[in-house]
C-alpha cells in the first residue's frame, strides 16, 4: 500500500517527467540526488543502473534511499544505490586531481607522475579528466597558473615577479600563453591595457543600442543598453589605459554577423572571439555554444552536462559574466521550470531574443517540408538535390556550386 500511494501524486508532474528521462538516459548527473523505485518489483535503484528500464506506470520517485526503504523498497543489487557510484567516485578523484594540479608547478607537472598519486593509468586521468571537466589536465593546470598570474598584475605587483610566484618556469612561457589567456601582453594587461588597441562601434539595433568591440585577434565585448554613454563608460572601466578608438567601418562584418543572430539567424561568417575566462567559464561557454537555435536549456542541465550537476548557481554566474551577448548565447538558459529568470541586459531583451530564434527556426523547418512535399508530389523530379541547413550553408538547402544534376530515372525511361 505504501508503495502505491507514494507515486499516486506525481504522476504525470512536470517534475517527475524530468526524473522519468534521466532514468530513461542513465544519466549519472542525478546519482545521489533521487533514486526510483519499481512497484512490480520492490526494489529501488540509482538513475544511472544499468538495469532494463520498467515501464513508466511502475516506477515512484524518492529524493533519498532512505525514502525508498521507509515505502517498503529494497535496495538493488547490482547498481548498489546506498553506496557511492561510479559517477561520483569518477568525481571525487578529478576534484584530487584538481587540487593537486593547482598545487604543482610546471617543472613537476606530469601525467604519469599524477596518474600514479592517484592510482590511476595516464590515459585512464587523461580521458576522465576531459569527460568530466571538457578540458585536459595540462590545460586546467595552465588556466590555474594564469588565473594567479592575473590576479597578481591586476593587483599591481611586478611582471617578473608574478611569472615566478604562479609556478612558471620562465617569464617566455608566460608570454606564450598571455596572447590565448589575456589578450594582450601580460605588463599591458597590469597596466589596464596600456599600449592595446581596442576598436569599437555602438550602432542601433532592434533591442537597443548595440556596442561591438574587438581587438585585432576577435571580438572581446558585445553590449546592450539604451544609450551610448553607459556603454562607452563601462568599455573604459574594463580597460582603463587601452587605446580605444572608434571604427565604425572596420567593425562592419562582425556587426553584420551579431545582428543577424539578434534577428534569428545563424550568421555566414564566423564571430571569432578574443576573450579572457577561467576553465570553468571556458566549459560553460562552450556548452551554451552547443545549444541549439530555437531551443533553451536550463542552468541546471548545464551543470550537469559539463559534469558538475550540483553547480547551477556557478554556471547563472558564469552566463552573467559573458562578455560577448549573442556570439555566445547564454539567453538561451533558463530557469528549471522553464522561466527566464534574469539576464545582464534585461528579461524583456531575452524574450525578444527567444521569440526572434523560435520563430526563424520554426519557418526554416516549415519551408523545408514544404519544398520536400512539393518535390514528390506527382512523380514530379526537384529541379535540385535539397540539402539541410547543416549542409547547405544557407537557408533553402540550395544544391552545391558546379555540381552535376542528375536525371530523374522515372521519366528518362
Avoid at 538516459?25 to 523505485?37: K, S
Avoid at 567559464?281 to 556548452?287: A, G, L, S, T
Avoid at 548557481?313 to 556570439?327: I, Q, S
Avoid at 521550470?337 to 534574469?342: C, H, K, Q, R
Wanted: with cysteine.
Amino acid at each position: 500500500m505504501g508503495r502505491e500511494r507514494a507515486g499516486t501524486a506525481e504522476v504525470g508532474s512536470l517534475e517527475s517527467d524530468r526524473k522519468w528521462q534521466a532514468v530513461l538516459a542513465r544519466d549519472a548527473g542525478y546519482d545521489g540526488t533521487m533514486v526510483f523505485g519499481v512497484r512490480s518489483t520492490g526494489i529501488y535503484c540509482r538513475p544511472s543502473c544499468p538495469a532494463r528500464r520498467p515501464r513508466r506506470q511502475n516506477v515512484v520517485f524518492f529524493p533519498r534511499p532512505e525514502a525508498a526503504e521507509g515505502a517498503g523498497f529494497r535496495a538493488c543489487r547490482r547498481c548498489r544505490p546506498r553506496g557511492i557510484s561510479a559517477a561520483q567516485d569518477r568525481a571525487a578523484w578529478v576534484a584530487e586531481a584538481c587540487r593537486r594540479l593547482a598545487e604543482k608547478d610546471e617543472g613537476r607537472l606530469r601525467l604519469a607522475d599524477l596518474g600514479a598519486e592517484l592510482g590511476l593509468s595516464p590515459y585512464h586521468l587523461q580521458r576522465t579528466f576531459k569527460q568530466l571537466m571538457g578540458i585536459t589536465p595540462r590545460q586546467y593546470a595552465d588556466a590555474v597558473r594564469q588565473g594567479f598570474f592575473r590576479a597578481k598584475l591586476r593587483n599591481g605587483g611586478d611582471v617578473t615577479e608574478a611569472v615566478y610566484d604562479a609556478g612558471y618556469g620562465s617569464s617566455s612561457r608566460a608570454y606564450e600563453g598571455a596572447a590565448a589567456r589575456l589578450g594582450m601582453t601580460p605588463g599591458a594587461y597590469r597596466k589596464g591595457g596600456r599600449g592595446m588597441r581596442i576598436a569599437y562601434t555602438i550602432v542601433g539595433s532592434p533591442l537597443g543600442r548595440l556596442l561591438v568591440a574587438a581587438t585585432d585577434r576577435g571580438i572581446s565585448a558585445v553590449s546592450l543598453g539604451d544609450a551610448d554613454a553607459p556603454l562607452e563608460t563601462a568599455l573604459r572601466e574594463e580597460y582603463p589605459a587601452a587605446e580605444l578608438r572608434r571604427d565604425d567601418a572596420g567593425l562592419n562584418t562582425w556587426v553584420a554577423g551579431i545582428l543577424q543572430r539578434m534577428e534569428g539567424h545563424e550568421p555566414a561568417a564566423a564571430l571569432p572571439v578574443d576573450l579572457r575566462a577561467t576553465a570553468f567559464q571556458r566549459r560553460v561557454w562552450e556548452e551554451l555554444k552547443a545549444i541549439p537555435r530555437g531551443q533553451t536549456r536550463s542552468y541546471g542541465e548545464i551543470a550537469r552536462r559539463i559534469g558538475q550537476p550540483r553547480a547551477a548557481r556557478a554556471v547563472a554566474r558564469a552566463c552573467a559574466t559573458n562578455p560577448v551577448a549573442l556570439v555566445i548565447p547564454c539567453h538561451r538558459v533558463v530557469a528549471g521550470e522553464g522561466g527566464l529568470s534574469g539576464y545582464r541586459w534585461g528579461v524583456e531583451r531575452k524574450r525578444r531574443l527567444l521569440d526572434r530564434e523560435a520563430a526563424s527556426h520554426s519557418c526554416e523547418r516549415s519551408g523545408i517540408h514544404s519544398r520536400e512535399a512539393s518535390g514528390g508530389s506527382g512523380g514530379r523530379a526537384a529541379s535540385a538535390p535539397q540539402l539541410d541547413d547543416a549542409h547547405a550553408g544557407v537557408s533553402g538547402g540550395a544544391a552545391r556550386p558546379g555540381a552535376r544534376p542528375r536525371p530523374d530515372r522515372r521519366t528518362s525511361r
